[in-house]
C-alpha cells in the first residue's frame, strides 16, 4: 500500500499494455490469494464478493474461471474504494485465522500456506513496480535519494574451475520447489563478467548496427526486431539523434549513465549482444557457482559476500528505496569470491538455462511454479525493486524470451 500511495484514482485502473496489469487488479488479487486460502481450511468462512473471485484470480484453474488477463484493465469495477475495503476485510480475517492457528492439529501447514501468500504478495510488489514504471515512469512521485558513487572500476572476467558443483537450495528458511532438490551438475571451466553489462557497452552495441545485423540474432530474436520494431531497450527514446533514458526520475543521455547496467533487455538482446562481443550467457548453474563459491576458503556462502542477509550495503534491492539501479563498482562489499559485483540486486540477470525441473523436481505448490516449465528462461539474483527478505541466491525467476518490461539485464560468460 506504501507503493500506491503516490497514486491519484485514474492511474489505479488503466492498462498500458496487455503484459502490465493495473495497480488496482495487484491490490485486489494478493488479498484474493489469501481468501483461497480462508476459503479452504476456516471454517465457516464466507466468501467476500463472488464476482471479486473472477476480476483477481489472475491464472488458477483450480479456482475457477476469472477475467483474461489483457482484460484486467477494461472495467471500472470493484472501484478502487472497494477494493481497498476488500483488502482490509481480508487482512482481518487474516489476522483472526492467525491469532486461532496455534490449537490447530495442522498449524505447521497452515504456517506454510500464509508463508506462501506473503512470498506471492512480495513477487507483486516487484511486479507492482514494473507496472508502475510503465504507467508512470517519471511522473511516478517516486522517492529521491542519493544515487551512489562508483567506488572502483570493476572490469575483466573472473576465470573460474569447472567440476562437480551442487546446484540449488541446501536447506534454511523458505525456498520455492523449483529451486529443489540441490544436485550435482559438471561445470567446465569458464569466466564470468565481473560486472553487468553497462549502458555504455549496449551504446556501443547499437552503434555498431546491433540491431540492424542478423548474425547476432537467434531466429526468434530477429522476428522480434522486426515484429516490435527494437532499436534499443524498453524505456529508450531518440532525441534528436541521441539515445535517451527514461526511468522513474526522469529523462537522461544514456552517456550520462554509461556506467549503470544496462536494463529492460529481452532474452533475444542480452544474447545478440553477448554473440556480437565474442561472449555468450552463462547458463544458470555457472552463475550461481560464480555467486557462492568462495575459492580462497573453498566454501559455498548463501549469498556472494558470506552467509549474512542482504543489507543496503552491499545490495541494491528494493528496500534500498533507489528506484534504479546503481552505477558499476558503487557496491564492492556486495562482491563474491570470484570478484563478481552486483549480482544480487539492481537487475534479474538472464541465463542461457531452460526454465526446467530440476532432476528428482517435486511439485509443492499447486499450479505456482510447475505449470510453467516449458518456453521460458532463468534469470537470477533480483532487482531494484525485489525486496530483500525475498531473494535468495538460489531463487530462479522466469521470463519468455521477448519480455522485457521487467527489470531485467545481463553479463555475459566465455568458455
Ligand atoms: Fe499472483
Redesign the pocket.
Known amino acids: 500500500m506504501r507503493i500506491v500511495a503516490p497514486l491519484e484514482i485514474e492511474d489505479y485502473v488503466i492498462q498500458t499494455a496487455e503484459f502490465m496489469s493495473p495497480p488496482r487488479w495487484h491490490i485486489g488479487?494478493t488479498s484474493w490469494?489469501f481468501e483461497t486460502l480462508l476459503q479452504t481450511y476456516q471454517p465457516g468462512y464466507r466468501i467476500y464478493n463472488e464476482d471479486y473471485l473472477f476480476f483477481f484470480n489472475?491464472y488458477y484453474e483450480g479456482f475457477g474461471s476469472r477475467i483474461a488477463r489483457g482484460r484486467r484493465g477494461t472495467r471500472s469495477r470493484p472501484t478502487v474504494t472497494e477494493t481497498i475495503k476488500y483488502r482490509k476485510y481480508i487482512d482481518e480475517a487474516m489476522l483472526r485465522f492467525l491469532s486461532q492457528i496455534e490449537v490447530r492439529e495442522d498449524a505447521e501447514k497452515m504456517l506454510s500456506l500464509v508463508r506462501l501468500g506473503l512470498e506471492?504478495e512480495m513477487q507483486?510488489q516487484e511486479l507492482l513496480v514494473y507496472d508502475i514504471k510503465h504507467l508512470l515512469s517519471d511522473l511516478y512521485n517516486a522517492p529521491v535519494t542519493i544515487v551512489p558513487v562508483a567506488a572502483e572500476a570493476v572490469a575483466g572476467m573472473a576465470e573460474i574451475e569447472g567440476g562437480l558443483f551442487e546446484l540449488g537450495y541446501a536447506g534454511g528458511d523458505f525456498a520455492w520447489d523449483n529451486e529443489k532438490p540441490r544436485h550435482k551438475v559438471f561445470l567446465q571451466d569458464f569466466a564470468l563478467d565481473r560486472a553487468l553489462v553497462s549502458n555504455g557497452d549496449y551504446l556501443e552495441f547499437i552503434g555498431a548496427g546491433g540491431y540492424r545485423d542478423y548474425r547476432w540474432w537467434l531466429s526468434a530474436g530477429w522476428d522480434a526486431v522486426h515484429r516490435e520494431q527494437w532499436e534499443a531497450p524498453m524505456y529508450w527514446e531518440l532525441h534528436d539523434g541521441e539515445w535517451m533514458i527514461r526511468d522513474f526520475h526522469g529523462l537522461h543521455p544514456a552517456k550520462e549513465k554509461a556506467n549503470e547496467p544496462v536494463a529492460h533487455v529481452s532474452y533475444f538482446e542480452a544474447a545478440a549482444y553477448a554473440k556480437w562481443a565474442g561472449k555468450r550467457l552463462p547458463t544458470e548453474a555457472e552463475w550461481e557457482k560464480a555467486a557462492c563459491f568462495d575459492p580462497q576458503q573453498k566454501a559455498n556462502w548463501n549469498f556472494p559476500w558470506g552467509n549474512d542477509a542482504p543489507t543496503v550495503a552491499n545490495a541494491n534491492l528494493f528496500d534500498r528505496q533507489l528506484w534504479g539501479v546503481a552505477p558499476i563498482g558503487s557496491l564492492p562489499q556486495g562482491h563474491s569470491g570470484y570478484g563478481c559485483q552486483q549480482m544480487i540486486g539492481d537487475v534479474w540477470e538472464w541465463t542461457s538455462s531452460d526454465y526446467a525441473p530440476y532432476p528428482g523436481f517435486k511439485s509443492e505448490f499447486d499450479e505456482y511454479n510447475d505449470k510453467w516449465f516449458v518456453g521460458q528462461k532463468v534469470l537470477r539474483g533480483g532487482s531494484f525493486a525485489t525486496p530483500q527478505i525475498h531473494i535468495r541466491l538460489t531463487y530462479r525467476n522466469f521470463f519468455h524470451p521477448h519480455e522485457r518490461w521487467m527489470i531485467s539485464g545481463f553479463r555475459c560468460a566465455k568458455s
Open positions: 488479487h490469494f489472475s506471492h507483486h
